[in-house]
């Protein structure tokens, strides 16, 4: 499974995701076809693994008053949830977050 952090300029986001890591996963290609670019990603041994950085990253966003920013009805592929405004923060703040827990 990987972690990766993407950004949407149009929407003004940020995306923290998890993924699995064979060829066949599409989430990846689906968020770029929305317009998201990817910035980092990181593998994983396990799908469990990687959900639990996921989960510790948006809890730490929380902690730092970040919330979700996407309306659900601009992401057909899910994920708003994960999503924050790209003007609070930096992606490589996040994704030193997420090394940070490994």
């Known amino acids: 499974a990987i972690i990766y952090l993407i950004t949407n300029p149009k929407l ?3 995306k923290i995701g998890v993924a699995g890591a ?10 770029s076809r929305g317009g998201w670019e990817l910035y980092r990603k990181k593998s ?3 799908g469990l693994e990687a959900f639990k950085v996921e989960q510790k990253i948006l809890k730490w966003c929380i902690s730092k008053e970040l919330y979700p920013f996407v309306a659900p009805e601009l992401m057909p592929n899910g994920g708003s949830s994960e999503t924050i405004d790209s003007e ?6 996040i994704w030193a977050k997420v090394l940070s827990l490994n």
Request: aromatic share 4%; hydrophobic share 25%; glycine share 10%.
């Open 22 to 31: 064979n060829g066949k996963n599409e989430r990846l290609a689906k968020h």
């Open 44 to 46: 994983y041994p396990t």
């Open 12 to 14: 003004g986001a940020h």
């Open 88 to 93: 609070s923060i930096q992606l490589k703040t």
